[in-house]
Structures are given as structure tokens and as C-alpha cells.
């Protein structure tokens, strides 16, 4: 902590107040630090995952193949 901060300015602390919270999971996720350079914010890299997303289901199959028929 650094020498400006005194802990009797930090109040008081509640034991297990984010437990709950913490308990149900995150949908917070690490970046390379390749890619987060590469996106300024969370909308950024949204809107890139969005497009991704996309172009995938353009790129999905119609249906199954045709089996051939043998001669």
C-alpha cells in the first residue's frame, strides 16, 4: 500500500460481501496482450466478436451432404 494511503481511510471491510457474487461465476475473460492492444474497450472487441459470429452462421452448411448413390 502505498505511503499516502492510511489504512483507517480505507473504512471498515465485510467479510464474504462479493461471495455470493463470486459464487455464481464471471463472464470475465483474460486477453492476450496482442489483442487487447488491438481493441481500444469492451465494444471493440464486442463488435469484432459479433461480426466474427456472423460470418460464421453464414459460412454454416445448408443441411447435410447428399449421399451418392452407388452405380
Do not use: H, S
Not at 50 to 63: I, N, S, V
Request: aromatic share 4%; hydrophobic share 40%.
Amino acid at each position: 500500500m502505498r505511503v499516502e494511503y492510511k489504512r483507517e481511510d480505507l473504512g471498515i471491510g465485510v467479510r464474504g460481501k462479493c461471495l455470493g457474487k463470486y459464487a455464481k461465476g464471471t463472464n470475465l475473460v483474460l486477453l492476450d496482450d496482442r489483442v487487447a492492444q488491438a481493441f481500444p474497450n469492451a465494444d471493440a472487441v464486442n463488435e469484432a466478436l459479433l461480426g466474427l459470429l456472423a460470418l460464421a452462421e453464414k459460412a454454416k452448411p445448408a443441411g447435410p451432404k447428399p449421399r451418392k448413390r452407388g452405380t
